[in-house]
């Protein structure tokens, strides 16, 4: 039985469907069980990480944990009490979902999230993989409403650019990691086959559309006026604003060819990703 956290969002949904296509027994954990929506076969569980005993009733009788929270400062708390339910369970093994560069000298901040978590699986006496995936190709998704209404894409990173990943591809390594003992002790840096600025990849989401897509530059601190503006939590804006810096600089474009070394082909480009979701950015 294969335990999957955060089996509602982008790619938890996607590890999900993949280990279910597979045959595999899979338990997905959600807060909302009603409204999960997950393929025909799969248990679906209530759990929240601030209810210990949830996650341990979520935790029994399964082999196999992967372990994904929403972004913010409390991936860490979440990732080690999710650990320990699954330690107390006997679960044998786990897979976490990390952020590109966590542990390095120069991380960006959001590695600050991620890298307590990342020593709690080292430790957790389970065999572990690690995953640290580049900018999400369906992080263009919030370009969508711009994109309909022909306004410029907001651009907050200049001509930075990012390994973009498509979270099909982050998922399917997922699995590969969760069925087999191949990638016990890894820690993977999973990226696209090119790396692109957003003005790049706005030259792309247009020539699929084919329409132009214009953006506009947000420095620094306009950005981070209109982020607490929205309603964002303070230390989160401050992680968003100090991630942007990061890729802005050049020290986020990452390519690496560990996507194919696990699935056996190349990861998919983001005008592939584009192309697949284009009907979000219609009119």
Same mark, same amino acid.
């Given at each position: ?21 597979r ?6 954990? /959600?807060r909302?069980?009603?409204?999960? +929506?997950?393929?025909? +076969? ?14 341990? @009733? ?7 944990? #992967? ?5 913010? $400062?409390?991936?860490?708390?979440h ?27 120069? &991380? ?24 640290? $995936?580049?900018?999400?190709?369906? =992080? ?5 409403? $711009?994109?309909?209404? +022909?306004? !410029?894409?907001? =651009?907050? /990173? ?23 003992? +191949? ?6 840096t ?8 957003? !003005?790049? &990849? ?23 006026a &209109? ?6 939590d ?9 991630? =942007?810096? #990061?890729?802005?600089?050049g @020290? ?7 996507v194919?070394g ?20 219609? /009119?």
């Open positions: 039985m294969i335990l999957v956290t955060g089996a509602t969002g982008t790619i938890g949904s996607e590890v999900v469907r993949l280990l279910a296509e045959g595999e027994p899979v338990r997905a954990l /959600t909302e069980p009603a409204r999960a +929506g997950v393929p025909y +076969g799969v248990e679906v569980v209530r759990g929240d990480f601030g209810d210990p005993a949830s996650l341990e @009733r979520a935790a029994a009788g399964a082999t196999a944990l #992967f372990l994904l929270s929403a972004p913010g $400062p409390s991936v860490s708390l990732d080690r009490a999710m650990l320990a339910a699954a330690r107390a369970a006997g679960v044998g093994r786990v897979v976490k979902v990390s952020a590109i560069g966590t542990g390095e000298a120069d &991380q960006a901040a959001v590695g600050s999230w991620h890298l307590p978590g990342e020593e709690a699986v080292r430790a957790s006496g389970m065999a572990w993989t690690l995953l640290r $995936p580049s900018s999400f190709a369906s =992080n263009a998704l919030v370009w969508a409403r $711009p994109v309909r209404t +022909g306004e !410029p894409v907001p =651009n907050m /990173t200049g001509t930075g650019a990012v390994g973009v990943v498509d979270p099909r591809d982050v998922a399917a390594v997922a699995v590969e990691a969760l069925v087999s003992a +191949g990638h016990d002790g890894h820690a993977y999973l990226t696209g086959p090119e790396s692109l600025s957003v !003005p790049e &990849q706005t030259a792309r989401l247009g020539r699929v559309l084919g329409r132009a897509v214009g953006t506009v530059d947000v420095p620094p601190d306009v950005a981070r &209109q982020l607490l503006g929205s309603g964002m303070a230390s989160f804006v401050e992680v968003v604003i100090d991630g =942007n810096a #990061f890729i802005r600089s @020290r986020s474009a990452v390519l690496t060819g560990e194919e696990v699935l056996g082909r190349p990861p998919r480009a983001f005008e592939t990703w584009v192309y697949d979701h284009r009907d979000a950015f219609s /009119t």
